[in-house]
């Protein structure tokens, strides 16, 4: 008991640290609402084969996109969910210009059961930021 009461800092700030260290997993959750970096987003893409679904209108989608991306416009998600039906289980990253539309995409596909969703945190303007590779059609 004696050594808590003289050691009470040191403890509080071993208990803090090791909070703060495990606070992000807590803020991921189970997959559902997770924000990537572009580095955390390439490897989601080569680990876990992740579809990659961009949810921008058609003349952002053609100025370039990330390879091999699905483009899905935001306002047409909702009656094209059956083109990605069998993603339901998989890892799925959502992108738009900013991050700003994938809250709401996320939304949608989360109400819909899928389960394993992800943003790019900055959205494609991120993407460009690290110079990772785009492709124009």
Known sequence: MEFIQSNALLIGLALGSGLMLILPSFKRGAGNSAQLSATEAVALINRQHALVIDVRDEAEFASGHIVDAKHIPLAELPKRLAEIKKYQNKSL???????????????ILLKAEFKQVSSLRGGLN????????????
Request: charged share 30%.
């Open 93 to 107: 990253l959502l992108v738009c210009q900013t991050g700003a539309r994938t809250a709401k995409a996320r939304d």
């Open 126 to 137: 991120s993407w460009i930021e690290a110079k990772l590779p785009t492709f124009k059609d």
